[in-house]
Nanobody, 128 residues
Framework: QVQLVESGGGLVQPGGSLRLTCAAS????????IAWFRQSPGKEREGVAC????????FYTDSVKGRFTTGRGAAQNTVYLEMTDLKPDDPAIYFC?????????????????????WGVGAQVTVSS
């Protein structure tokens, strides 16, 4: 069973940058899609970015394209979410999630209900 732990959350000024890391244990990320979701009070959990395990292809929701980048971390079994030009709409608890896709699979999703493995989240605050 995959276990996920996020790190790197914090406070940043508008226009600033922050990098989140998701460390996975109990599974090899080559076989999983890893997605980033965020949730702020009163709002539904929103899919932000996803990286496909088979080929590292990344996908983003429109509101973060050009500002957020996800990819494999330098440390084994880690994925990062690099967030730049942070805006007032970006503060939330950010979660990484994993779903088994199989070796060489083209599967990915930004829909939360499709993921079975979740981290506990990391708070991102944007304030001057």
């Amino acid at each position: 069973q995959v276990q996920l732990v996020e790190s790197g959350g914090g406070l940043v000024q508008p226009g600033g940058s922050l990098r989140l890391t998701c460390a996975a244990s109990g599974g090899t990320l080559d076989y999983y899609a890893i997605a980033w979701f965020r949730q702020s009070p009163g709002k539904e959990r929103e899919g932000v970015a996803c990286i496909r395990g088979s080929d590292g292809a990344a996908f983003y929701t429109d509101s973060v394209k050009g500002r957020f980048t996800t990819g494999r971390g330098a440390a084994q079994n880690t994925v990062y979410l690099e967030m730049t030009d942070l805006k007032p709409d970006d503060p939330a608890i950010y979660f990484c999630a994993a779903e088994y896709a199989g070796y060489g699979s083209s599967w990915y999703s930004l829909e939360a209900y499709k993921y079975n493995y979740w981290g506990v989240g990391a708070q991102v605050t944007v304030s001057s």
